[in-house]
């Protein structure tokens, strides 16, 4: 584990060497309070839709029943379940810990810092208003890639949850490469396309999804209810709630579920600027939908625990494998089974849809403010989509699909594709924590005293998600090429983002120069 711990320092990358920096340099208040970091730019409910100059307005479409529904479809995912029922008994005080020490937290940081900036961009925008030019898209950057490699984590589990859907005779269609990667590919395509068409579209793809997803959830909570009518399991192994055991494999666990099943409520204040009154609707949207979240994913992985062993754990496709082992593969358990599947497949596709949507809003967002080719703010002149963006995002998604299948199995793949993505996710969040904190004089002096000893509890929760994230909890072709895909992945994309972003302000500069001369 000593070797996890040094690779998980390695991926501190420079993202939190700014904030560092930034703290360093400009927020020592107590010392150099006058000291120019960047503007003191005031920050208000008040404030544009749009991030850069220009008028960028976008149609103000979602409501807060959208909002909070794409919270359900965003935060639970269908793999936490299992993975947290690897805890065995001990899954429901390890839930409540988690959403103690970081589900808490980042509901108040959201609430708080969509207050003050409810603008299209979400994240991005609170970290380069909190830390000027380079943290901003440096956030902008990781939060893209991973929604990038998020998005090809669910579409990689689609094949997956079909070999469930038909049955035995389907066991080797995760496995085999060429047939996954071209049912991926075509959902890519079709998601594609409903992006292009804008979110007229999108917000009823992503309600059905989120609706669908709390049904799937209804129905493995029932589960241990047929189980005890039918006799196929006696009352107390329910809840049966165990201290856990002290291991690196469980602390692995523990920091998987902290951050990867419980982080997204963020997320959808990407779409701020397509959201009717941000500043209310976001914040409600998290009231409401926080509790059934928490409650579908403590009974829901007691559900998963009763009927599958521990050792026998599918970590990419826990529910199926649960509602086949409850319901079997004959009669009206096998149909009910199927549609539980069928189900899970359209959350699957609702949720890639959303981050897949989200992900072509940050280069539109970080164009605005001229720190990427106004190419990906390009919008579409009938649906006023930035089609480039989405074409862009497309591409990637395939190509990580492609890449990190290469050479490994399902379980492995799936693993790889989850902690690469988490990794980027992780570190803005470290951003987010911050901001409150160290952040600029005029953002500080918004937030409430407690809302920064919130934020320090979830910047602390955040850094050992992080550090932890390497060490795999799932049998690997090779532990250390694992480690290594993870932390290469997150280094190299971030020294891109510093040259990519250095390169830009040079060639800005040049230009600065060049006007002035004529």
């Known amino acids: 584990m000593s070797r996890s711990l040094t690779a998980g320092v390695a991926v501190v990358n420079p993202v939190v060497v700014g904030v560092g920096l930034h703290f360093v340099c400009g927020n020592l208040w107590w010392v150099c309070d006058d000291l120019p970091t960047m503007a003191d730019v005031e920050v208000s409910s008040e404030a544009q839709v749009t991030t850069g100059t220009g008028d960028h307005r976008l149609r103000r479409q979602l409501g807060v029943w959208d909002l909070a529904l794409a919270q359900v479809l965003c935060v639970v995912g269908s793999t936490w379940v299992g993975v947290a029922a690897g805890l065995g008994k001990a899954q429901t005080l390890m839930w409540i810990a988690a959403m103690a020490v970081f589900y808490l937290p980042m509901a108040a940081a959201v609430i708080w810092l969509n207050r003050a900036m409810p603008l299209e961009g979400g994240l991005y925008v609170w970290a380069h208003r909190a830390f000027g030019d380079l943290v901003g898209f440096l956030t902008a950057w990781n939060l893209w890639v991973y929604g990038i490699a998020v998005t090809a984590t669910i579409l990689y589990a689609t094949p997956t949850e079909i070999a469930y859907l038909i049955g035995p005779s389907a066991r080797w269609l995760p496995e085999n490469a060429w047939a996954a990667f071209g049912i991926v590919a075509l959902i890519v395509a079709a998601l594609t396309a409903a992006a292009i068409r804008g979110l007229e579209l999108g917000k009823w793809i992503h309600n059905v999804g989120g609706a669908a997803m709390l049904a799937v959830f209804l129905g493995l909570i029932l589960l241990p209810a047929w189980g005890l009518a039918s006799g196929r399991i006696h009352e107390g192994t329910v809840f049966a709630p165990a201290l856990p055991e002290m291991n690196w494999r469980m602390a692995s666990m523990f ?264």
Not at 272 to 291: F, K, L, N
Not at 377 to 401: G, H, Q
């Open 255 to 518: 920091g998987q579920m902290l951050f990867g099943a419980l982080c997204g409520l963020e997320y959808i204040a990407i779409f701020a600027g397509e959201s009717r009154d941000p500043a209310r609707t976001i914040a409600r949207s998290v009231w409401i939908a926080s509790p059934a979240i928490c409650l579908m994913f403590i009974l829901g992985t007691s559900s998963v625990a009763v009927f599958v062993p521990r050792g026998q754990l599918d970590f990419i496709a826990p529910i199926p494998q649960a509602m086949r082992a409850a319901l079997g593969q004959t009669g009206v358990g096998n149909v009910l089974a199927m549609a539980a599947i069928v189900l899970v497949e359209i959350r699957l596709l609702g949720a890639a849809s959303l981050l897949f949507t989200g992900i072509s809003r940050l280069p539109m967002a970080v164009g605005w403010d001229a720190l990427v080719p106004r190419w990906f703010t390009r919008l579409d002149a009938k649906r006023k989509m930035p089609v480039n963006s989405i074409l862009c995002s497309a591409a990637l998604v395939l190509l990580m699909v492609g890449m990190a299948s290469a050479g490994v199995h399902a379980q492995e793949t799936n693993q790889l594709l989850s902690n690469a993505s988490l990794t980027h996710y992780e570190l803005t969040y470290l951003v987010m924590f911050a901001a409150p904190i160290v952040g600029v004089r005029t953002l500080r002096r918004q937030m409430p005293l407690w809302l920064k000893w919130v934020c320090g509890v979830g910047f602390c929760s955040t850094m050992f998600s992080l550090l932890i994230s390497v060490f795999p909890f799932v049998d690997v072709v090779n532990p250390w090429v694992y480690g290594g895909k993870i932390l290469g992945t997150v280094v190299v994309s971030n020294l891109i983002a510093v040259g990519f972003y250095f390169f830009r302000k040079r060639d800005q500069g040049a230009e600065i120069l060049r006007q002035e001369k004529l």
